[in-house]
């Protein structure tokens, strides 16, 4: 079974930091890339990182620069680390693999942004 379980979310001032976690089970984590995406109230869900099993990060446009994404493999765990927020930055956070043509998501946590 493939559990995709996120924590860390929260309510921040802006410019203030927030780091998410997300711990997955061993048969979806183990050499697969590991992918943060985020929905707004009304919006669709976007992208926003991914990291591959080796480490290499990618960053969509808008938050590069302000959020890191990491992996401990050890722990079967990704994290967001998000800095300087804005309250654009505020959603629902998912964590997200895939592995075939599946894709698989976790329940998501909220990241509040005031202003």
């Known amino acids: 079974q493939v559990q995709l379980v996120e924590s860390g979310g929260g309510l921040v001032q802006a410019g203030g930091s927030l780091r998410l976690s997300c711990l997955a089970s061993e048969n979806i984590f183990s050499g697969n890339v590991m992918a943060w995406y985020r929905q707004a109230p009304g919006k669709q869900r976007d992208y926003v990182a991914f990291i591959t099993s080796g480490g290499i990060a990618n960053y969509a446009d808008s938050v590069k620069g302000r959020f890191t994404v990491s992996r401990d493999n050890a722990k079967n765990t990704v994290y967001l680390q998000m800095n300087s927020l804005r309250p654009e930055d505020t959603a629902v956070y998912y964590c997200?693999?895939?592995?075939?043509?599946?894709?698989?998501w976790g329940q998501g946590t909220q990241v509040t942004v005031s202003s």
């Open positions: 997200s693999s895939a592995t075939g043509m599946t894709r698989y």
